[in-house]
């Protein structure tokens, strides 16, 4: 049984590109979130999304970020145009159901140059 | 919004302590969850919490769900090195909303 699967791994861009992170959730699970995490923080909720439906985007900055997860394939965290203040740990969850018990990736590690 | 009070921040111990950590709350939770994140990983469920008073065991790890539905604690006995890394508690409201911990960091003394 595969676990969460994200990538890549870490990423590295210039200030002003875009920056898209994959997610595919465990098999059997519909739902997934992404969480960013900071240097020696904990974890804050971005957005909650089911098969084609985003469920709860109230973590999400307003400007510039964009999360899908589509009937076919992974889920995208897309950051475009990126600034030195995106840079983090971004880590997508999955879960059969909603109970609060999440599985986690291994998390995408964001560097912007 | 909702805020789960996490302490210790952070706890320095010697290999073969026990560990104690809780989380508290003003609002009441449905549900209390403890997750362990290793250095460079994605947090890892420990133990979830579904009723008041509940007592759970993982091991040698404990946790409880109080009795207020406010808060809950996790002990850890006989601590080893692979105990190291960041503890999150999490708590799931009436609104369904997953409301998390800042985190405690547990430091192995050398």
């Known amino acids: 049984n595969a676990g969460v699967m994200q990538n890549p791994r870490h990423l590295v861009r210039r200030r002003g590109q875009e920056a898209r992170l994959r997610c595919s959730p465990m098999?059997?699970?519909?739902?997934v979130y992404w969480y960013r995490q900071l240097p020696e923080e904990g974890l804050k909720f971005m957005v909650y999304?089911?098969?084609?439906?985003?469920?709860?985007e109230s973590g999400m900055p307003k400007e510039r970020f964009s999360a899908e997860f589509p009937k076919e394939g992974p889920s995208i965290l897309r950051i475009q145009q990126v600034v030195r203040g995106d840079s983090a740990a971004y880590f997508c969850?999955?879960?059969?159901?909603?109970?609060?018990?999440?599985?986690f990736g291994e998390g995408s590690r964001l560097t912007v140059l | 919004g909702q805020q789960l009070n996490q302490s210790p921040q952070s706890m320095f111990i010697q290999e073969g302590e026990d560990v104690s950590m809780n989380c508290t709350s003003s609002?009441?939770?449905?549900?209390w969850l403890w997750y362990k994140q290793d250095p460079g990983e994605g947090p890892v469920l420990l133990i979830a919490?579904?009723?008041a008073g509940e007592l759970t065991s993982n091991g040698r790890l404990t946790a409880q769900f109080g009795i207020t539905r406010k808060d809950s604690f996790l002990n850890i006995s006989a601590s080893i090195p692979s105990d190291v890394g960041i503890y999150f508690c999490?708590?799931?409201?009436?609104?369904?909303?997953?409301?998390w911990g800042a985190g405690t960091k547990l430091i192995i003394k050398p």
């Open positions: 098999k059997g699970h519909s739902h």
């Open positions: 919490l579904y009723k």
């Open positions: 609002s009441i939770f449905n549900t």
């Open positions: 999490a708590g799931l409201d009436s609104n369904y909303q997953l409301i």
């Open positions: 969850a999955s879960s059969p159901i909603w109970t609060g018990e999440l599985f």
């Open positions: 999304l089911q098969k084609e439906n985003i469920i709860d």
